[in-house]
C-alpha cells in the first residue's frame, strides 16, 4: 500500500491485507487449475475420475476461505478507508488476473501434472498420490497432450456466457463488503448480498455451462468441440477479471482525486 497517497495504514491491516490478498488468489488459483484434471479425464480416457478430482479439488479449494471472510469482516467493521481497500481488491485481482492467464496458455501443463496423478491414484490414496506426483518422477509414463490454446478455438457465445458468470461469482464477497463500507448505517444487511451475487453466477454456471462441457467431454468421436468449450469458459473467467480491475482501477483514481 502507497502510505504517502493513501495515508497512515497500521501494521495489522497491512498483514490482513496480504492474508486477505493471499487466500484470495489461493483459492481462485487452485479452482482454475483444477480445470487440468477434467481435460486430463478426457485425454486418456478417465472422464469419471477426471470430473470428480476436479469437483473435489474445487471444493477444497474453499478452505481458504475460513481465514479470508473473518480478516475481511474485521477489516470492514473496523473502519478500513474505501481506497485501502480498494487497494487490497485490486492487488487480488490483478495476481489472479496473471495466473489465470498462464494458466489458459499452459493447460497443458497442468493435465500431464493431473496424468501422474491418476498413475498415482490407482492404490493409493489422494494425499499418498498428491505427495508421490509432487516428489518422484515419471519417466516411464507416456503423457497424452491436447490441443494448444488459440483464439480461433473460442466460441464466442460461450465465452461471453462464462464471461458474464464468472463476473458476479468472482466479485460477490468483495463487492459486498465494499457495500458495507460506502453504507456504513446498513452494513450488517449489505454484507448478505454475498450469497446474491454467488447465486446468480453459481446457477448459471451449474444450468449451462457445466452441463455443456460435460456433454461435450462425453462425445469420444468430437475431437474438437470439448476443448473449445475448456478454452472458452476459461477465457471468459479471464476476461471477467480484466473488467473488474479496470472497473476498480478507475474507481480508484476517482476516489483519489
Known amino acids: 500500500m502507497n502510505v504517502d497517497v493513501i495515508g497512515s495504514t497500521s501494521t495489522i491491516n497491512i498483514i490482513l ?9 489461493g483459492m481462485h488459483f487452485i479452482d482454475m487449475a483444477s480445470f487440468g484434471s477434467r481435460v486430463a479425464g478426457r485425454v486418456i480416457k478417465r472422464t469419471g475420475l477426471g470430473t470428480t478430482l476436479q469437483l473435489s479439488i474445487m471444493t477444497l479449494s474453499k478452505f481458504a476461505l475460513v481465514p479470508f471472510l473473518p480478516v475481511l469482516g474485521y477489516l470492514v467493521e473496523s473502519g478500513i478507508n474505501i481506497e485501502d481497500y480498494l487497494i487490497v481488491v485490486i492487488i487480488s485481482f490483478m495476481l489472479t488476473f496473471l495466473v489465470s492467464i498462464f494458466v489458459l496458455l499452459k493447460l ?3 493435465q500431464y501434472f493431473f496424468q501422474k496423478l491418476f498413475n498415482n491414484y490407482d492404490n493409493r490414496t489422494i494425499p499418498s498420490a498428491l505427495l508421490k506426483t509432487f516428489f518422484t518422477t515419471h519417466d516411464n509414463l507416456k503423457l497424452k497432450s491436447c490441443q494448444d ?3 480461433d478455438m473460442l466460441i464466442f457465445k460461450k465465452t461471453l456466457v462464462s464471461c458474464f458468470a464468472y463476473l458476479f461469482i468472482i466479485t460477490g464477497f468483495f463487492a459486498a463488503f465494499m457495500l458495507g463500507i460506502l453504507f456504513p448505517e446498513n452494513r450488517l444487511t449489505l454484507s448478505q448480498l454475498t450469497a446474491t451475487f454467488h447465486g446468480v453466477g453459481t446457477i448459471i454456471f451449474a444450468v449451462y455451462l457445466d452441463p455443456m462441457l460435460s456433454r461435450s467431454i462425453d462425445l469420444h468421436h468430437d475431437e474438437n468441440t470439448w476443448i473449445s468449450n475448456v478454452y472458452s469458459i476459461i477465457m471468459g473467467r479471464v476476461i471477467s477479471y480484466l473488467i473488474v480491475l479496470v472497473g476498480l482501477s478507475f474507481f480508484l483514481i476517482i476516489e483519489l482525486l
Open 149 to 151: 490454446f488459440s483464439l
Open 108 to 110: 497443458n501443463s497442468f
Open 17 to 25: 491485507g496480504i492474508i486477505i490478498i493471499s487466500c484470495y488468489f
